[in-house]
T-cell receptor, first 113, second 117 residues
Framework: AQSVAQPEDQVNVAEGNPLTVKCTYS??????LFWYVQYPNRGLQFLLK??????LVKGSYGFEAEFNKSQTSFHLKKPSALVSDSALYFC???????????FGKGTMLLVSP | DTGVSQDPRHKITKRGQNVTFRCDPI?????LYWYRQTLGQGPEFLTY????????KSRLLSDRFSAERPKGSFSTLEIQRTEQGDSAMYLC???????????????FGSGTQLSVL
């Protein structure tokens, strides 16, 4: 079975400060890892993914994520937060041979002006 | 690319009634997924299709739930004899054909919010 843990229900950060949203995963075999963002009244949108290669993955809107195999983590980061980054963020995982994604419960990011 | 379309956006029904939702995926995508999302939780996988074939169903999908994708294009999700526990957001997503080495991601619709009274 595969699973994702997002230990923080909410992350608060001031605009201009760096942000980190945490994610750890459990999967057999090689993980495929994803971050999605959900804005109010809109569908989930893809942010970035890790399939293989460089452990630091860059994605949309200036976000990046760092894959750490030994810690089974895939934390989402951004050097300088914007108020418009406020949204619900989901980490997801599947293994290389399995077609369906398993999502975490989500972390609400609130960026204050 | 017109995106994934779901209809209706909202559905209110009484317990015991049947409901049907529709999903129109992105036209060139041959994989279609249904997920369910409740408040405070991430999306939970229900089922997926490759073209018209239903390849996997979650244990979450009771016998009251049925999904079809008759021509490999749009899909319907039907819930029979609805229960209050069925109240949730039902999400549809599509993706291009899986091909090892390609970057696969899901494109989600805005969902159908079901309220069972």
């Amino acid at each position: 079975a595969q699973s994702v843990a997002q230990p923080e229900d909410q992350v608060n950060v001031a605009e201009g400060n760096p942000l980190t949203v945490k994610c750890t995963y459990s999967v057999s075999g090689n993980p495929y890892l994803f971050w999605y963002v959900q804005y109010p009244n809109r569908g989930l949108q893809f942010l970035l993914k890790y399939i293989t290669g460089d452990n630091l993955v860059k994605g949309s809107y200036g976000f990046e994520a760092e894959f750490n195999k030994s810690q089974t983590s895939f934390h989402l980061k951004k050097p300088s937060a914007l108020v418009s980054d406020s949204a619900l963020y989901f980490c997801a995982v599947r293994n290389s041979g399995y077609s369906t994604l398993t999502f975490g419960k989500g972390t609400m990011l609130l960026v204050s002006p | 690319d017109t995106g994934v379309s779901q209809d209706p956006r909202h559905k209110i029904t009484k317990r015991g009634q049947n409901v049907t939702f529709r999903c129109d995926p992105i036209s060139e995508h041959n994989r279609l997924y249904w997920y369910r999302q409740t408040l405070g939780q991430g999306p939970e996988f229900l089922t997926y299709f490759q073209n018209e074939a239903q390849l996997e169903k979650s244990r979450l999908l009771s016998d009251r739930f049925s999904a079809e994708r008759p021509k490999g294009s749009f899909s319907t999700l039907e819930i029979q004899r609805t229960e209050q526990g069925d109240s949730a957001m039902y999400l549809c997503a599509s993706s291009p054909r899986f091909d090892r080495g390609l970057n696969e991601k899901l494109f989600f619709g805005s969902g159908t919010q079901l309220s069972v009274l």
